[in-house]
């Protein structure tokens, strides 16, 4: 292997914009260059501003300029590729139809690494693009898979799809940093010390982001019965959006941000996770239930895809299908702070033991030790 080997990471976001690649690969790149590698970041939208463009609707004279953009990023990405032993993409090198980048990528020599931990051969546009449609081919995921050397993804089930196209797949879990998300963190014990000093009622809480709130909503019918079953003993939680309001459950949403999120994190006492069960839900990777469990807050989820391996039921979290089922595994956490505390334990063990940065990250820097001693 070169004495230091160079990745070139060809991604969407800047570091710290998107929870996906923050999860993803962001929190490994000190234990690669600790391993001796060096890289670069490339991402398609660099500012906060091109944010704001990209996915709000309408301001199409600032989409198109991202777009322009946005090719004459790759395009220079392509350019210096010599320069490096590994292109590294998270999901995809564009975020249009286009599978050219990876081909002169390939064409070029170089490495190529795909990582994704969704079902993204799946449709899904966000709102603020919907008129753009016509832009997105999802299975070009096919065509990206089958020209990577190696491709890293979140589970089986997406594992089982991808090897389907390539059989160079390994699952490497989403992780928590447990030097950030563990119970002592001051940020997060502070918060919850202050908010249970000034009230005694058991929050149920939810984290995601307004494009993942339909799921939040799949267990409005079991909150509800919680709430006319408990009163003023419980109160609900949701962050993600600051827009979202539910009158009946007193919930106004509160915005998802990284410089606030433990705080925000500190307040709830059990988390909840629901999900319909469809192909989509199927390749999630259990985030939201592993951030609940490493900071030792009882969790309680939806019975799909990884949460089915995560999950002991009734040992490290609970798992709930119907409403009926909903309603009976949050009244025992409601009613039971010692349990509470019993699963948030187990649930923060499995965490660190499993699904924890620390845990995967000599596997993950030997994957890419690995691609090139067999070049």
Sequence with gaps: MKKSPKILFAVNHRLGRSPGQRFRFEQYLQALSEAGFSYDISPLLPTPQDDAVFYAAGNYIGKLRIMLNS??????DWWRIKQYDIVFLYREAHFTRLTIFEKLFKWSGVKMIVDFDDAIWLPVVSEGNKMFTWLKNARKIDEIIRRSDLVIVGNTYL????????????????????????PENPRFAQARAMYKKSNQAVVIG?????????HFEYGIPALLEIKKK??????????GDSRYKHAALSIQGVAWHPDTELEELGEIDIGIMPLPDNEWTRGKCGFKGLTYMSL????VLAPVGINKDIIRDGENGFLAATTDEWVEKL???I????LRKQIGEAGKQTVWEFYSQKSQKERYVQLFENLLSHQ
Excluded at 159 to 182: H, Q, S
Excluded at 206 to 214: D, K
Excluded at 230 to 239: A, C, Q
Aim: charged fraction near 20%.
């Design 296 to 299: 030792a807050i009882p969790a």
């Design 230 to 239: 408990y009163g003023e003993k419980v109160r609900f939680k949701l962050i």
């Design 206 to 214: 939810w984290t995601g982001s307004f494009s993942t709130i339909e």
């Design 335 to 338: 009613e039971n702070e010692a």
């Design 71 to 76: 090719l004459w990023i790759r395009l220079y």
């Design 159 to 182: 594992a089982d799809y991808a090897r389907r196209f390539n059989p160079c797949v390994a699952i490497i879990p989403t992780t928590l940093d447990t030097t950030t998300f563990y």
């Design 331 to 333: 009244s025992l956490l």
